[in-house]
């Protein structure tokens, strides 16, 4: 037995690493929901869910549960093949994007054996990410043309003809950073952010402000989030390309929707942000800033621990407590001496992805939907000739700083 | 067999099935989207060759770009069943044995030529010498394709634009 495992180890961890990635994805993806529902509530001076459970937080199991067990009605005169491929085309790409992406520093040493950081280590990771990004388009433009409708294909076909359009900026803006580091691998390009002694004044969204002001724009567009989501615009296409969907396969898309917005995020912060850096020096002087997420865990669960004890309903007073202990316990765990220094590149990733996602939220709590007119001009009309003019302006520096 | 030669297997099986249903398939869609899995299986036929550079452009250009615009124009057009006329009969008696034919040369030719001497990209990684050979011995072919490309979509915009 030991012979066998020793002779499949690699095998083994990567399986190992898929599914703990995988578990974290799902989680967050269920949960985003909730946020999101939550902060577009709060935002407008309601309380969103909370009913299920306290502060809501059973709502993304409920909602699971409900989109289980619904009927589940296929309409006629679709292509049937093309209408069951589509919802499993879209979730897959949305989230195999997470496989290439570093999540910590260096490489991690488990039981004797040595593995990078990442679900998989590629040279080109950043090439990956672009081809998955390309393929996207096919699963919403064949839903929207299986379905068989009206609607739908019009919601399909303005969605192809975004996505196209936007990802060309969106591959542009990155031309920069890569002129600068020389590299496709992602990550090469946040080692390339950590300077002499680290900190964020080398992380990219200074040196490439253009670059990144494109590639987050687009990237909101590229994911078909609000303000724009016109693939899904109500008062004109009805659900736009998933009119014609239910049950668990309206429920793929709507993940796949979700999985986009944490991978879109996790390449902002990969590419401008640092990504696992943390944003403090690496210097004696800022060894502290190594209890942080210990310290952060400790705060939310004490926080939670005197709210959760005054809750208004008896079963929020007995299970929100309990939460606020096992977060407390965590934070604990993130202070020993084996834990502390893996935490770190895992951590900063995840608040800087917390960040971005609730500025998704913030911007579509925010922001009126784009006209499509208005939508193809500030793409093809302001966003690319800005991202051609940041090719040409980084090269131009790189070329004089090669020169002199 | 190793691991790799399974691999390749599966991946050409694909391609193959793929190509073989594109040809089957009497609607457009199906045969496009049956293009999207040849393209795709060749990709993961040239990771296996250590070809990654080639592979992630496979799919970027081709199963991305090219083939998004493929299935655009079939679905704007709503473009329904392929019809059999006498024509597309007589396309077949004289396809498929040109087919056979083209097979049996191509075949032929690659037998009789030995292993092809790969070449070993000893000096960094891939795409830089790849960008150094096109900047360098290749770039009056390299400029005279993007002129021909900037033609193309010059004559694009004229013809879109012709009835303002």
């Given at each position: ?139 919403v433009?064949?839903a929207g043309?299986?379905s068989?409708?009206?609607y739908p294909l019009l919601g399909g076909l303005r969605s ?70 016109l693939v899904e615009a109500?008062?004109e296409l009805v659900g736009g390309f998933h009119t ?161 | ?164």
């Amino acid at each position: 037995m030991s012979a066998f495992l020793a002779s499949y180890a690699d095998l083994l961890i990567s399986v190992v690493k898929v599914l703990a990635v995988m578990l974290v994805l799902l989680t967050t993806v269920a949960y985003l929901s909730w946020f999101e529902r939550k902060v577009v509530a709060h935002m407008q001076s309601r309380w969103g869910p909370e009913r299920v459970g306290p502060y809501g937080l059973v709502q993304p199991l409920a909602d699971g549960a409900k989109f289980l067990f619904k009927e589940d009605p296929t309409p006629e005169g679709v292509d049937r093949f093309v209408y069951f491929f589509a919802p499993f085309l879209a979730l897959a790409l949305a989230m195999s994007t997470i496989a290439v992406i570093p999540l910590g520093p260096g490489q991690l040493e488990i039981f004797g054996h040595r593995t990078w950081f990442s679900v998989a280590e590629v040279d080109l990771s950043l090439l990956v990410v672009f081809a998955l990004t390309a393929l996207s388009v096919y699963g919403v433009a064949l839903a929207g043309w299986a379905s068989n409708s009206k609607y739908p294909l019009l919601g399909g076909l303005r969605s192809s003809a975004q996505m196209l359009s936007y990802e060309l900026s969106m591959t542009m803006s990155v031309v920069g950073i890569v002129l600068m580091t020389n590299t496709f691998s992602l990550r090469q390009i946040v080692e390339a952010q950590r300077g002499g002694h680290g900190g964020l004044q080398h992380w990219f969204f200074l040196s490439q402000f253009l670059g990144f002001v494109c590639f987050s724009i687009s990237a909101v567009a590229e994911t078909n989030r609000a303000p724009f989501d016109l693939v899904e615009a109500e008062q004109e296409l009805v659900g736009g390309f998933h009119t014609e969907y239910a049950s668990f396969k309206f429920a793929m898309f709507f993940m796949a929707e979700y999985a986009a917005m944490v991978t879109v995020s996790l390449m902002v912060s990969v590419l401008f942000f640092g990504g696992y850096l943390s944003p403090f020096p690496d210097t004696p002087a800022f060894h502290w800033t190594w209890y942080l997420p210990a310290a952060s865990a400790l705060a939310g669960g004490a926080a939670l621990f005197f709210n959760g004890i005054r809750y208004h309903t008896p079963q929020g007073r007995m299970v929100l407590p309990v939460i606020a202990l096992v977060l407390i316990g965590v934070g604990v765990l993130c202070a020993l001496p084996a834990v502390i220094g893996v935490i770190q590149g895992p951590f900063w990733l995840a608040a800087k992805v917390f960040v971005l996602l609730f500025t998704y939220v913030w911007l579509r709590g925010t922001l009126p939907r784009l006209r499509y007119d208005q939508l193809m001009n500030f793409g093809w009309k302001f966003l690319l000739p800005l991202s051609l003019a940041n090719v040409l302006l980084t090269s131009l520096l790189l070329a004089r700083s090669f020169s002199s | 067999m190793t691991p790799e030669l399974i691999l390749f297997f599966v991946l050409a099986g694909v391609a193959l099935a793929g190509a073989i249903n594109l040809i089957v398939q009497t609607h457009p869609i199906h045969s496009a989207l049956s293009l999207i899995v040849v393209m795709v299986a060749l990709a993961g036929i040239y990771l296996l060759l250590g070809a990654e550079l080639l592979a992630a452009v496979q799919i970027i250009v081709y199963a991305g770009a090219i083939m998004v615009l493929f299935v655009f124009t079939i679905m704007l057009l709503n473009a329904g069943e392929e019809e059999r006329t006498s024509w597309s009969r007589a396309a077949t008696w004289v396809g498929i044995p040109l087919a056979v034919l083209l097979t049996v040369v191509l075949g032929w030719r690659m037998a009789q030529s030995g292993p092809v001497p790969v070449l070993a990209a000893e000096t960094g990684s891939v795409s830089r010498r790849l960008s150094e050979l096109l900047f360098t011995s290749y770039v009056f072919p390299f400029e005279l394709t993007s002129i021909l490309i900037l033609v193309a979509i010059l004559g694009a915009v004229v013809l879109a634009k012709r009835d303002f």
